[in-house]
């Protein structure tokens, strides 16, 4: 059986797009941006902050389950503070090796630790060994830092360690988000080990995911871009997968869960930057939808809330009942599986 997991996209992907994005379906899984870890020992609410879901038994309110995601250098801390996360209520631990950003690796945490494989190892393990036997534990990894050299060391360190599973990003550190993305060199690691391989980059269409299966060897896949381009995509790839016809979102539906999602983030913000992460998602709507595009030139100068209320009604019509009901029921949609 084929399983999609929402990626953890640092300052995009919170607790309230894995909310809307699971409700739409077609998700198996997600992961929560990283807590960082130093040297100290975090308090129960750093944990959930970014993962509100540890109160729901690590599952979104449509039911599907979130590992928490820890970001170090240290095997020390990390496992302190692996353990901490348990005890506040992850069932599953998520190890970042894979975060490009310059003022991570700058401050010994992310990719910048595949250059050196035998700390991937005692992190992994460090962790594996802190955390009871019943929480699993993952790591994502990409393909190296300079180059896409040592992937299959990195991998082999992560399965030596004790995870039980491994994402591979098909880039390198240095590759950043450039397309293509390397999916054979994840063909490479899924014959060389025997943990489950998740591959994930540049997957934004039903047919990236078939090549992205052919080459890497991977039926899992992790969505993180194509997703927030397409929300639809998992559900499309498991039609598709399954032999049944399916209709795609609308600009409408799309807007519809735009709207909604405007209504989440607005009380989170200070007016100025309230419409901030709609135009963040328009960004990579765009790809898939000319509408985003002509949305996003309206809307990009507008600070104000009621402004772009204005502008969503031109879109959508006058809100027929309070936005906030769609909280607690699944996105309007024609052709959920």
Known sequence: MTHLHLAPMEGVVDHQVRDLMTRIGGIDGCVTEFVRVVAQRLPRRAFHRLAPELANNCLTPAGIPVKLQLLGGQPAPMADNAARAVIAGANAIDLNFGCPAKTVNKSDGGACLLRQPERVYDIVKAVRDAVPATISVSAKIRLGFDARDNYLENARAVEAAGADTLVVHARSKADGYRPPAYW??????????????????????????????????????????????????????????????????????????????????????????????????????????????????????????????????????????????????????????
Not at 187 to 200: D, H, K, L, R, S
Not at 202 to 228: F, K, N, P
């Open 184 to 337: 054979e060199c994840i063909g490479e690691i899924n014959q060389q080990i025997q943990i489950p391989v998740i591959a994930n980059g540049e997957i934004w269409s039903v047919a990236d995911y078939l090549r992205c299966r052919e080459q890497s060897g991977c039926a899992d896949v992790m969505l993180g871009r194509g997703l927030l381009a397409c929300p639809d995509l998992g559900l499309q790839i498991k039609a598709h997968l399954a032999g049944k016809e399916y209709t795609p979102m609308s600009w409408l539906e799309v807007c519809t869960l735009l709207r909604h999602y405007f209504e989440l983030c607005r009380p989170n913000y200070p007016e100025k930057f309230a419409g901030n992460r709609i135009k963040q998602w328009l960004m990579y709507l765009r790809r898939q939808y000319p509408e985003a595009n002509l949305f996003f030139e309206t809307i990009k100068r507008v600070q104000q809330s009621d402004v772009l209320l204005t502008h969503f009604d031109a879109q959508l019509g006058p809100p027929n009942g309070d936005y906030a009901a769609l909280n607690a029921a699944p996105i309007p949609q024609q052709s959920l599986l």
